[in-house]
């Protein structure tokens, strides 16, 4: 994927190499700043269309970007 390949691929040109980035340091940064607006909107779509949904998520290590989306969508 070349958006995972951009988090480790930026920082490392500025001399910041990172294991895998996905996480924590800039990589994980730059994840959460593509994922926390999707999720909001799927949010909002849930609230509108699903209220009484549970939103479940399956994927690692997303739970930072959910922590980062919770508050704002009234979760």
Do not use: S, W
Request: with cysteine; glycine share 12%.
């Amino acid at each position: 994927m070349a958006e995972f390949r951009q988090d480790y691929e930026i920082p490392l040109k500025y001399g910041v190499d990172q294991c895998i980035g996905d996480t924590l340091g800039p990589g994980g940064v730059f994840r959460r700043l593509r994922h926390i607006p999707a999720l909001l909107e799927i949010a909002r779509d849930m609230q509108e269309l699903c209220p009484n949904a549970i939103f479940v998520q399956l994927r690692q290590p997303d739970g930072d970007v959910l922590l980062g989306a919770g508050p704002r969508a009234g979760t």
